[in-house]
């Protein structure tokens, strides 16, 4: 997932400034409770972070979320915001769903509309799943093996409802040979070869070739059922047909959400949703920093984007509000990308220059520091993903401080003794990344490397970052951004942003142009392999490979301060949700 995707607002231009409030901050206000059984008290700084807060089964109330942006699109098979993929859950459902548990255990994969995770052929290319007993549409009808294959057939339809995940397409029709329900000449617009459905309970999805994280694809919205006769196209992110425990009561395009009990929903065919909230309602607003002050107020009790609280916001819930407040670990790793099409950066050492030349200590608190912003990378795989090593460090940058000697004999290596002149691209509606840009500036400037800064218009991303014709013409040598994974595995995260084969004329997300023929292997090897173990060792050598190549400067394994309010209950992050809280779990405090 990238940045935009997930709509990360962060802080502001001045947030290292703030820096030394944070870490010096240790007032624990809210009252907290030790006991943890939901009696409407904050139990602590952090006490939702990999572990369950406030432990509950008690029912009823509304469950009030805030926002500063809406949902790209809560259509299952368009939407691509983190965020939208979380709170999809309580509408929609899947044939298997990321476990409902905190941390790491959520990576695995559980049945949610299927009675299994699934009966794997020998030789690994052929899926069969059979549906629950008592599953249905908000109207009672039941949910078929056709909804299934027909929600799952929309990703093809990108003339349509383009912007979703194409994990689905890419790896059941790698060739596109289907053109989507839409343009389907099939009687019931049911003709992709590479699902069956031989009855209404049984769906069958065949593989060209094996993938060890199909299970992870299927765990996504795009994977959800929709059923032919209720489905508009364009529109149906304006009403989405529900399947799961709550339903649609209205929606407002950037001002708000209600949903309320689906009365159809049976428990018992749900193994995976608690269900406890009465009323599930979202606010959308403008105002970063009034949402946060209705947070701390009790106005609300979420954020639904979970993008971090604001500098102010941050300081007044860290200084009296602390037992509100957890700083856990995103899944995002911000960096700073080496276009291979932009000279110098066709060559290593000019590339290696930087990673040594950078001041690592002060991209840190250009993102607001270790709690606001992040640990220091060190690598290209970040900590929720499988593969993960900490103490993987070739260029030693958890010292946080640059190697100036080191940083000029590579660029002596590279031709460039005296140093070169270069262009950091940087969006212009991110200020953090703004300061990014400028303390990477500072620092390469001692070297001898003469870096401007270019802000772009953020929105027109695609075209401008993600066009390398365009990013060569500008002589974009420095690319700032972020990636997040679509799944916790070496593909759902490294695949994207170093396989040569994902290089795309626009909308580009390898902004590195990452196309070595021995790393692009190293991505079939590992998805080849169904064991996931044997899987996270073959993506730590494609790791290593993308890390030691210079490629991509990591700058933090981003750290958020997120709210919960005193009346939430069954809270816990989710690795599965890079970070965030496990929407579908929640429960208040009448």
Same mark, same amino acid.
């Given at each position: 997932?990238?940045?935009?995707?997930?709509?990360?607002?962060?802080?502001?231009?001045? %947030?290292?400034?703030?820096?030394?409030?944070?870490? @010096?901050?240790?007032?624990?206000?809210?009252?907290?409770?030790?006991?943890?059984?939901?009696?409407?008290?904050?139990?602590?700084?952090?006490?939702?972070?990999?572990?369950?807060?406030?432990?509950?089964?008690?029912?009823?109330?509304?469950?009030?979320?805030?926002?500063?942006?809406?949902?790209?699109?809560?259509?299952?098979?368009?939407?691509?915001? /983190?965020?939208?993929?979380?709170?999809?859950?309580?509408?929609?459902?899947?044939?298997?769903?990321?476990?409902?548990?905190?941390?790491?255990?959520?990576?695995? !994969?559980?049945?949610?509309?299927?009675?299994?995770?699934?009966?794997?052929?020998?030789?690994?290319?052929?899926?069969?799943?059979?549906?629950?007993?008592?599953?249905?549409?908000?109207?009672?009808?039941?949910?078929?093996?056709?909804?299934?294959?027909?929600?799952?057939?929309?990703?093809?339809?990108?003339?349509?409802?383009?912007?979703?995940?194409?994990?689905?397409?890419?790896? #059941?029709?790698?060739?596109?040979?289907?053109?989507?329900?839409?343009?389907?000449? @099939?009687?019931?617009?049911?003709?992709?070869?590479?699902?069956?459905?031989?009855?209404?309970?049984?769906? *069958?999805?065949?593989?060209?070739?094996?993938?060890?994280?199909?299970?992870?694809?299927?765990?996504?919205? %795009?994977?959800?059922?929709?059923?032919?006769?209720?489905?508009?196209?364009?529109?149906?992110?304006?009403?989405?047909?529900? &399947?799961?425990?709550?339903?649609? !009561? @209205?929606?407002?395009?950037?001002?708000?959400?209600?949903?309320?009990? &689906?009365?159809?929903?049976?428990?018992?065919?749900?193994?995976?949703?608690?269900?406890?909230?009465?009323?599930?309602?979202?606010?959308?607003?403008?105002?970063?920093?009034?949402?946060?002050?209705?947070?701390?107020?009790?106005?609300?009790?979420?954020?639904?984007?979970?993008?971090?609280?604001?500098?102010?916001?941050?300081? &007044?819930?860290? $200084?009296?509000?602390?037992?509100?407040?957890?700083?856990? #670990?995103? $899944?995002?790793?911000?960096?700073?990308?080496?276009?291979?099409? *932009?000279?110098?950066?066709?060559?290593?050492?000019?590339?290696?220059?930087?990673?040594?030349?950078?001041?690592?200590? =002060?991209?840190?608190?250009?993102?607001?520091?270790?709690?606001?912003?992040?640990?220091?990378?060190?690598?290209? #795989?970040?900590?929720?993903?499988?593969?993960?090593?900490?103490?993987?460090?070739?260029?030693?940058?958890?010292?946080?401080?640059?190697?100036?000697?080191?940083?000029?004999?590579?660029?002596?290596?590279?031709?460039?003794?005296?140093?070169? =002149?270069?262009?950091?691209?940087?969006?212009?509606?991110?200020?953090?990344?703004?300061?990014?840009?400028?303390? #990477?500036?500072? =620092?390469?400037?001692?070297?001898?490397?003469?870096?401007?800064?270019?802000?772009?218009?953020?929105?027109?991303?695609?075209?401008?970052? $993600?066009?390398?014709?365009?990013?060569?013409?500008?002589?974009?040598?420095?690319?700032?951004?972020?990636?997040?994974?679509?799944?916790?595995? /070496?593909?759902?995260?490294?695949?994207?942003?170093?396989?040569?084969?994902?290089?795309?004329? =626009?909308?580009?997300?390898?902004?590195?142009?990452?196309?070595?023929?021995?790393?692009?292997?190293?991505?079939?090897?590992?998805?080849?392999?169904?064991?996931?173990?044997?899987?996270?060792?073959?993506?730590?050598?494609? &790791?290593?490979?993308?890390?030691?190549?210079?490629?991509?400067?990591?700058?933090?394994?981003?750290?958020?301060?997120?709210?919960?309010?005193?009346?939430?209950?069954?809270?816990?992050?989710?690795?599965?949700?890079?970070?965030?809280?496990?929407?579908?779990?929640?429960?208040? *405090?009448?």
């Amino acid at each position: 997932m990238t940045t935009q995707r997930t709509s990360r607002r962060r802080l502001a231009a001045g %947030a290292a400034l703030v820096v030394a409030a944070l870490v @010096s901050t240790t007032a624990c206000g809210g009252g907290g409770s030790k006991d943890g059984k939901g009696d409407g008290k904050a139990p602590g700084f952090n006490a939702a972070v990999n572990k369950v807060a406030n432990a509950s089964d008690k029912k009823g109330g509304e469950l009030k979320f805030i926002a500063t942006q809406d949902a790209d699109s809560w259509d299952p098979q368009r939407g691509y915001y /983190g965020f939208g993929w979380d709170f999809a859950r309580y509408f929609t459902r899947t044939l298997v769903t990321p476990k409902p548990a905190p941390g790491e255990e959520s990576v695995a !994969v559980v049945p949610d509309l299927a009675t299994d995770t699934g009966q794997v052929s020998a030789d690994k290319k052929t899926y069969t799943f059979t549906l629950r007993d008592g599953v249905t549409w908000e109207d009672g009808k039941p949910v078929t093996s056709r909804d299934v294959k027909y929600g799952i057939e929309r990703t093809w339809a990108q003339d349509k409802i383009s912007g979703g995940p194409l994990w689905l397409m890419k790896t #059941l029709d790698p060739d596109q040979t289907y053109k989507g329900p839409y343009r389907d000449e @099939s009687p019931d617009k049911l003709g992709l070869k590479a699902i069956e459905t031989p009855d209404d309970k049984t769906v *069958v999805f065949h593989l060209p070739k094996p993938n060890g994280d199909f299970l992870q694809m299927l765990a996504i919205p %795009a994977a959800a059922p929709v059923r032919a006769d209720k489905d508009t196209g364009e529109k149906y992110g304006l009403r989405v047909f529900s &399947n799961g425990p709550y339903k649609w !009561v @209205s929606y407002s395009p950037n001002k708000g959400l209600e949903l309320t009990r &689906n009365d159809k929903w049976k428990k018992d065919s749900d193994p995976v949703r608690k269900a406890l909230p009465d009323k599930i309602t979202v606010k959308i607003t403008t105002n970063a920093d009034d949402m946060d002050n209705k947070l701390i107020a009790g106005e609300y009790d979420i954020d639904l984007n979970a993008t971090g609280m604001g500098s102010a916001g941050r300081q &007044n819930a860290l $200084g009296s509000h602390k037992a509100n407040v957890d700083n856990p #670990l995103t $899944g995002f790793i911000r960096y700073a990308a080496m276009p291979k099409s *932009v000279e110098p950066f066709n060559n290593e050492h000019c590339r290696k220059a930087v990673m040594y030349g950078a001041d690592h200590t =002060s991209l840190q608190t250009a993102r607001g520091g270790p709690q606001a912003g992040g640990d220091i990378g060190v690598n290209m #795989l970040p900590p929720a993903v499988k593969g993960h090593d900490g103490n993987y460090d070739p260029f030693q940058m958890k010292q946080g401080k640059p190697d100036e000697a080191k940083a000029k004999e590579e660029l002596k290596a590279c031709g460039k003794p005296e140093g070169f =002149s270069t262009t950091i691209a940087v969006r212009n509606n991110k200020p953090i990344e703004v300061a990014t840009a400028e303390s #990477l500036q500072a =620092s390469l400037k001692k070297i001898g490397i003469n870096a401007q800064i270019d802000q772009y218009d953020g929105a027109q991303y695609s075209s401008i970052i $993600g066009a390398p014709k365009n990013v060569k013409a500008k002589n974009y040598g420095i690319i700032i951004m972020g990636w997040g994974a679509d799944f916790p595995s /070496g593909q759902g995260y490294l695949q994207p942003i170093a396989d040569g084969r994902f290089i795309t004329e =626009s909308g580009n997300q390898n902004f590195a142009e990452v196309d070595e023929p021995a790393i692009n292997k190293l991505f079939d090897d590992a998805i080849a392999e169904i064991d996931p173990d044997k899987a996270a060792k073959i993506y730590q050598e494609a &790791n290593k490979k993308v890390t030691e190549g210079a490629w991509y400067l990591p700058f933090t394994y981003e750290k958020n301060i997120i709210w919960r309010s005193s009346r939430l209950t069954n809270v816990y992050t989710s690795d599965a949700y890079n970070g965030r809280y496990d929407y579908a779990s929640l429960g208040v *405090v009448k």
